[in-house]
């Protein structure tokens, strides 16, 4: 067996390994949150506004695509192991979220029209459930997604980082998620990050491992900006300050790594 043949094998038990850990805990958290006699759901108020767009099916569905690519789109085993590692961690640690503080959907989605953009509506009403909201796994996903992604070429990076995007704000457009469990996915994905770094004793990564921090940070001031503003009024709105000025400085010790990436 020759190294690519090696090097395929083990993308292919990666990603089989973290298909059967998500598929379980996620139907298990499902199961034993269908069992509760009630499930409450957490919402800000302005989210009545966010519309319905059926069309956002497209990129929300392409998440299984990345899912099962993103292995294959690994360069090295080093890439793979971490990505892998990631993954299983924002699986399990989604799914014991997911059973403690468990939350439901809580929006009626409205019928959709199109016979075409119905089809994956129908199956996601057949397979999926309005439970597992909060982290969003999703969202959490996709931000590792990209620190594999963001290693293609110029033109594959860019259309994937669009279709990444498309993917986050298809989560609340398609009447998936609430935004509560887009911002405790991103800090999941986040915690993940630095708890599974690459290189962690390399200095050459040192400004990326900073950068995840402010990162994180950033996430955990604009959450804790919502929810002030939710309980004691637009007062709380005061730490969006905080909060950009973390993404900011996030922001400058990636450029300083040499782009836009997250390790």
């Not at 805990?25 to 759901?41: E, G, I, K, T």
């Not at 995007?165 to 887009?182: C, K, R």
């Not at 990326?208 to 900006?225: E, K, Q, T, V």
């Amino acid at each position: 067996m020759n190294e690519k043949q090696l090097k395929i094998r083990q993308q292919a038990f990666a990603l089989t390994l973290c298909t059967i850990v998500f598929m379980a805990v996620y139907n298990f958290a499902a199961w034993y949150a269908s069992s509760l006699d009630h499930v409450p759901s957490f919402t800000f108020d302005f989210e009545k506004s966010i519309p319905f767009v059926p069309l956002s099916i497209i990129p929300y569905m392409a998440g299984g695509l990345f899912f099962c690519t993103v292995f294959f789109s690994c360069k090295n085993k080093n890439q793979l192991k971490i990505l892998t590692w990631r993954m299983l961690f924002v699986s399990i640690t989604a799914g014991i979220l997911f059973i403690a503080v468990p939350l439901r959907f809580s929006f009626a989605k409205p019928e959709v029209s199109s016979v075409i953009l119905g089809l994956p509506f129908s199956f996601l009403k057949t397979f999926d459930s309005p439970f597992n909201q909060s982290p969003s796994l999703h969202i959490a996903f996709a931000f590792i997604f990209w620190s594999v992604f963001k290693d293609l070429s110029k033109w594959r990076r860019s259309f994937l980082m669009v279709w990444l995007i498309l993917l986050g704000v298809s989560t609340l457009t398609t009447y998936q998620h609430h935004l509560i469990d887009i911002l405790t996915g991103a800090i999941l994905a986040h915690i993940s990050f630095i708890i599974i770094p690459y290189y962690k004793n390399d200095p050459e990564y040192r400004n990326s491992r900073m950068a995840n921090y402010y990162f994180l940070s950033g996430w955990i001031f604009l959450s804790a900006a919502l929810l002030l503003s939710k309980y004691i009024g637009n007062a709380g709105l005061i730490l969006f300050l905080p909060a950009l000025a973390m993404i900011i400085v996030g922001y400058y010790y990636q450029k300083k790594n040499g782009g836009i990436s997250i390790k």
